[in-house]
């Protein structure tokens, strides 16, 4: 079935249906859990299989749990989600018996476009929003991680009608086409430079959009941070998935004086993580050559251009011999900003470390590029720490760790400006995917007559503008 029919196809089957009652939303939730619980060790085995190595409990842990999380929390708070929320009238409305409320409708098919980092989790975890919220759902997979594409389409059929759920894969024409498809919503996981090719195809259909994006998510450690919980929490967050997370911290600002602490800091948490690389079943591999070769270069202009490129390298292993794409962890010390390291998003074990004098200095240097996905501050000094939330603009934050707030079902994710648009999980993922419809019910009172707004215009009139004018 080509997409056009697909759609078409899914939109005629949302249109039959509706209303779409909670126990049929319930009811699909629940089966897309089956299908990962089902075949969790089969998704394990595709992932490891598309990035060239990654572990079983990395995969299981963030893209298996993480996604049955997802849909688990929406099928339990589904029934209270889908109620009307009545809203209070201003004066007189309310008291004359008028009655208003919002009723949250399905919007019809969406659209979503899925990244291959974690190709799993960030398929699913969207349709847990999407079908809490009475949708039916189009998935394009990505290309760079093929195995797990074929796997999700070879498994829907089993669990889902085409109408209900589809999922298709390709290369870049068919991502073209895809986005280019007049949906109800499109949801898009990915860099920020498709995403802006992403907004334009939606825009001929103006069809509404979901961005989440990524960007450079700087890590603040305040002088009052325990410096070995710190980097201990950034080694693990930086080092997951071999770096490839949107909300990977990007680049560290630090005290001037403490930054030998940090690094050592860093390069201990490191080895204790993995004292060995390329035969370590817990640590990820690039996933392609490509961005192997990538991450290279931007090692190559860090040194070219006079910083200092520090590997953290426990086993003193020969990755040059190596014919895989695994990569130790690299710190950059003195990065500035001609580096691409400083300047692109690293998605990768690449960590520049940057040095600051007062916290207004780190802060400004925050403001100083595009609103980023995550922020992270480490410290106890509570002024301090408000000073940084008031004074910046991100995604969203996380205090004294890395990337968890992802992990809050009960928190919108989502990112601001070049890092993203709009936000999903939890209740703000069934916002997001569901229209909010005004409903305002008239008393039998002719209120517009007692109000003066019904020609012909007189005393009352003078009165409702004068008591509306008043300040």
Sequence with gaps: MDLTTLLRTQRAAFDAERPVPPAIRKDRIGRAIRMLVDNADAFCAALSADFGHRSREQSMLTDVIGSVRALKHARKHVDRWVRPERRRLDFPLGLLGARAAVEYQPKGVVGVIAPWNFPVQ???????????????????SSEFTPRTAALFEQLAGRYFDPAELAFVSGGAEAGRAFSALPFDHLIFTGATGIGR?????????????????????????????????????????????????????????????????VIAGLTSAAAALYPRLLDNPDYTALVNERHHVRLQSYL???????????????????????????????????????????????FGPVLPVRRYGTIDEAIDFVNGRDRPLGLYYFGSDAAEERRVLDRTISGGVTINDVIFHISAEE?????????????????????????????????????????????????????????????
């Design 300 to 346: 190559d202009d860090a040194r070219a251009k006079g910083g200092d490129v520090i590997e953290v390298n426990p086993a003193r292993e020969d990755f040059a011999a190596s014919n895989g794409t695994k990569m130790p962890l690299f710190i950059v010390r003195n990065p500035t900003d001609e580096m691409a390291v400083m300047q692109d998003e690293i």
């Design 197 to 261: 090719h992403i907004l334009h195809a939606a825009a001929d259909n103006l069809t509404p959009v979901t961005l989440e994006l990524g960007g450079k998510s700087p890590t603040v450690i305040g002088r009052s941070a325990d410096i070995g919980q710190a980097t201990t929490r950034i080694a693990t967050g930086k080092l997951m998935n071999a770096g490839q997370i949107c909300l990977a911290p990007d680049y560290l600002l630090v005290p001037n004086d403490k930054e030998d602490a």
């Design 411 to 471: 928190l919108p994710f989502g990112g601001v400006g070049p890092s993203g648009m709009g936000a999903y999980h939890g209740f703000d993922g069934f916002r997001t995917f569901s229209h909010a419809r005004a409903v305002y019910r008239q008393p039998r009172i002719d209120i517009a007559r007692l109000a003066g707004i019904k020609p012909p215009y007189g005393a009352t009139t003078a009165k409702t503008i004068a008591r509306e004018l008043k300040i």
């Design 122 to 140: 960030l398929t699913m975890a969207p349709l847990a929003g999407i079908l809490a919220a009475g949708n039916r759902a189009m998935v394009k």
